[in-house]
């Protein structure tokens, strides 16, 4: 069935003003195949996606559907020819019930009656095991269980193509899984999907091809077996990646002479059990463990995030109070959250009002920065840190994740932190931006800053930190540096076993 070719995309081209974004590129998908679409952001894939799904027209190419040529000139147009999109954002009604989601908008002659909508809703639902009732308000229901629903809708609505753009970036472990298990059911049922994501390692679990894009152009189609993930990585940047393996951080064994700049001891707060936590000065270490284990919560409680509730802490050596994020921020500590979207960019205002936020705080709002100083701050920051922005006046919500990202360590980096707090900062961005932030982090340490940093991704952690503190159920469990300092041991100690 994976030779039986479902969808062809041929000679696509796509233009913006001043912009060419789609470039001659090719995309087939064949029926009962995972294919990812992989690259960088910019490199086309949303667009290419937005053209497929009717919300762009392509400038030239052609679109097959079945071997018949297809022109499609609307969302409602892709969804009639087959063709339907579960996007990350849940786009359906949280207030209703699952089954009223799964028919909203469907019904021609008026509304089917509510117990064949419900009989329906809970036939499909047990076809592809998704564990929810057709009774069920969807906003009861986990993330995952969201999106599942969101792709009962689709099949239930004779999907031949389902496009699943970044749907496991919100999900733990287990749901991830059971969002899996579907995707294969689906495939299994000749049903051919399309699967964007950033997270590499759930490339090569789930996909059966991999075609890459960079700046607008077809680099590849590859089968995921024969593509090493190395190989994949570099396809996508356009260049070798053995800056990868080893980016030159600083090694424990370095920082025994340095002096410890952040000391706490019994540090609590409303969400965080008491815990004891150092940092020297020019250290990278990280907070490790599942989602849940307390990782966010006890920086949080550094920075003074949530109501700190005990605890003492010193820096420099010296007593200091901090129980809210402004006495952080005046004792040289920053912080980038781990929800970008809700603790961090303001949408609406601009890239360059968005850099400036800290460091207004910091001066008072009596104080006011200049008009040009604001702008030139801004334009040093845009250019240091390679922020793609129209201009320093776009506003922030229209950039993409990794340029958001940059923004928000723009921001820090203009207040010159001691201390530099990273929660996430390379969550759902591209492989190349979260290289340059990697390197950033390095090069920050290298100048004196101290920097803890948490990612979900084990191996960014140990090419970038020479300490990690381990956490289980809210409490450190464990800490491992030097020889110690392995993917293996941190699933042992996690697990509950001693570092060797």
Known sequence: MQDEKLLEMRHIDKHFPGVRALNNVDFTLRKGEIHALMGENGAGKSTLIKILT?????????????????????????????????YQEIT??????????????????????????????????????????SKQQLG??????????????????????????EPTSSLDDKEVNMLFDLMRDLKAKGVGIIFVTHFLEQVYEVSDRITVLRNGELVGEYLT??????ELVAK????????????????????????VFYEASDLSSSDAMPFDFSIKKG??????????????????????????????????????????????MKNGIGYLAEDRKRDGIIAELSVRENIMLALQVMNGFFKPI?????????????????????????????????????VILARWLLTHPDYLILDEPT??????????????????????????????????????????????????????????????????????????
């Open 54 to 86: 009717g919300v762009y027209q392509m400038d030239g190419g052609e679109i097959s559907v079945e071997g018949t040529k297809v022109s499609i000139r609307s969302p409602q147009d892709a969804q009639n020819k087959g063709i339907s999109t579960v």
């Open 92 to 133: 359906l009604c949280p207030n209703l019930t699952v089954a009223e989601n799964m028919f909203i908008g469907r019904e021609k002659t008026g509304w089917v009656k509510q117990k064949e909508r419900e009989t329906r809703a809970d036939e499909i639902l047990g076809q592809l095991g998704i564990p929810a009732r």
């Open 140 to 165: 009861s229901c986990s993330l995952a269980v969201q999106q599942m629903v969101a792709i009962a809708r689709a099949v239930d609505m004779k999907c031949k193509v389902l496009i699943l753009d």
């Open 225 to 230: 077996e024969e593509l090493p993930q190395v």
């Open 236 to 259: 996508m940047i356009g260049k070798e990646l053995d800056e990868l393996s080893d980016l030159g951080k600083t090694e424990e064994s370095e920082m025994q002479a340095k002096e």
């Open 283 to 328: 250290e990278v270490n990280g907070f490790t463990g599942l989602l849940g284990s307390g990782r966010s919560e006890s920086v949080r409680a550094i920075f003074g995030a949530d109501k700190v509730t005990g605890g003492s802490v010193k820096i420099k050596g010296k007593n200091v109070k901090i129980t809210k994020p402004y006495d952080a």
């Open 370 to 406: 200049s008009r040009s100083e604001s702008e030139a701050f801004a334009d040093e920051y845009i250019k240091v840190l390679n922020i793609k922005t129209a201009s320093r006046e776009t506003p922030v919500g229209s950039l993409s994740g990794g340029n958001q990202q940059k």
């Open 427 to 500: 969550r759902g961005i591209d492989v190349g931006t979260k290289l340059e932030i990697q390197k950033l982090v390095l090069k920050l340490a290298e100048e004196g800053v101290s920097v803890t940093f948490i990612s979900s991704e084990v191996e960014e952690m140990l090419r970038t930190c020479s300490r990690l503190i381990v956490m289980r159920d809210r409490h450190i469990v464990g800490e491992l540096t030097g020889k110690d300092l392995n993917q293996a041991q941190v699933m042992k100690t996690i697990a509950g076993g001693e570092a060797s």
